[in-house]
Every structure is written in C-alpha cells, then in structure tokens.
T-cell receptor
Framework: KAGVTQTPRYLIKTRGQQVTLSCSPISGHRSVSWYQQTPGQGLQFLFEYFSETQRNKGNFPGRFSGRQFSNSRSEMNVSTLELGDSALYLC???????????FGNGTRLTVT | TQLLEQSPQFLSIQEGENLTVYCNSSSVFSSLQWYRQEPGEGPVLLVTVVTGGEVKKLKRLTFQFGDARKDSSLHITAAQPGDTGLYLCAGFSGAGSYQLTFGKGTKLSVIP
C-alpha cells in the first residue's frame, strides 16, 4: 500500500509569490490534514479536510488556504509569501476519526 | 489553546543508557500519541494511550499516560543509535476534536 505522497519535496520561492503544495493520501483515506513544522514553533495545525469539506482550521492567516478533491487528494496554497513562511509543510491522512495519522515526508519551502 | 510541553528539548546519551522524556499539559486530553521523526521524513506513530494510568510497552520503549490524562512519559531502556530522532507527543482534546496538538519535541541523540 503506497504511503502519503507530497510533491514537490523542495521549493524555493521569493517573498510576495504564491505557492501550491500537493498531497496524495493513502488509498481509502478520506481525511487529510496539513501541518507547518518550524524549529521554533514545532508542528502547528493548519487545517483538515474530510470528504472535500474543511472541518477544522488552525490559527493561521487567510493567506493559507486549501482544498480537497473528490479523489481525496489535497492541495495547500500560500499567497503573498513571507520570509516566516519558510518551513516544512507536512500532510497527513487517516481513514477515520479514531484512526492513526499517516504523514508524508513533507515539502520543504524556503522563501527568500 | 491547549499546549503540550515536552522536556527535555535536547538529549544526548551514550548507547546502553536509559532515558525518560516527558510530555505535560494543564489540559485534559482524551488520548495522547507519541511519534518519532527522523531527518527528512514525516513523523511515524509509535503508540496511542487512551486510558488514564495506562502503560504500553513497545520492545524497549515504555509509554505511560497520567492518571488525570494531562501528562505522559516515554522511557527507553538501553538506548541504541537507531533510537536517534525527534520524539513528539500529540493529543486530541476530546470527542469531535479533529485537531491534534503537538508538543515541540525532544531531539534524542544516542552516541555509539
């Protein structure tokens, strides 16, 4: 069974640009969550999608958005990039609410 | 906002030594999870503890959930270099909560 796949693995963007990250969950998993990981703040919850609906959102500005498609694949978009957005962005999928999270290996975003 | 405090932040020990990592909160969690993350990879779930006072063993790793479900510990016996990594605790606050709150992690280095 294939794991959670995130693309691309690495991204370098300039301040003010926008970026889209992609996540393909494990087959059969309908829930996809996104997390931002930085050395100073650790792992912080961005949002979760379940069956194409966002059902929870963390404390991030509106520049961070996401969506989920009918095949459960998810994308995350960050507009007007800031230097502080440099981080490892992790996607995780799970089958149901009581199921464990399965993380991808992340997308390393560097904003210059 | 529910916070999970992990200690110590960094730990460097010799192979064969024992160690304990702590995860504390002032809030009650319905369950706590422990993950290990290696460089360049996403976190991998080690264990979930649900019942106050619960103890779970995974080979040389022993996990305990506090009676009041506000804290947890991870004890490693006879640490090996393969145990090196970032150990993260994470908790769900209750029924209907889809958001996992993570601690900032303990970075463990086991020196051969």
């Amino acid at each position: 069974k294939a794991g959670v796949t995130q693309t691309p693995r690495y991204l370098i963007k300039t301040r003010g640009q926008q970026v889209t990250l992609s996540c393909s969950p494990i087959s059969g998993h309908r829930s996809v969550s996104w997390y931002q990981q930085t050395p100073g703040q650790g792992l912080q919850f961005l949002f979760e999608y379940f069956s194409e609906t966002q059902r929870n959102k963390g404390n991030f500005p509106g520049r961070f958005s996401g969506r989920q498609f009918s095949n459960s694949r998810s994308e995350m978009n960050v507009s007007t990039l800031e230097l502080g957005d440099s981080a490892l962005y992790l996607c995780a999928s799970r089958y149901g609410d009581n199921s464990p999270l399965h993380f991808g290996n992340g997308t390393r975003l560097t904003v210059t | 906002t529910q916070l999970l405090e992990q200690s110590p932040q960094f730990l460097s020990i010799q192979e064969g030594e024992n160690l304990t990592v702590y995860c504390n909160s002032s809030s009650v969690f319905s369950s706590l999870q422990w993950y290990r993350q290696e460089p360049g990879e996403g976190p991998v779930l080690l264990v979930t503890v649900v019942t106050g006072g619960e103890v779970k063993k995974l080979k040389r790793l022993t996990f305990q959930f506090g009676d009041a479900r506000k804290d947890s510990s991870l004890h490693i016996t006879a640490a090996q270099p393969g145990d090196t990594g970032l150990y993260l605790c994470a908790g769900f606050s209750g029924a209907g909560s889809y958001q996992l709150t993570f601690g900032k992690g303990t970075k463990l280095s086991v020196i051969p």
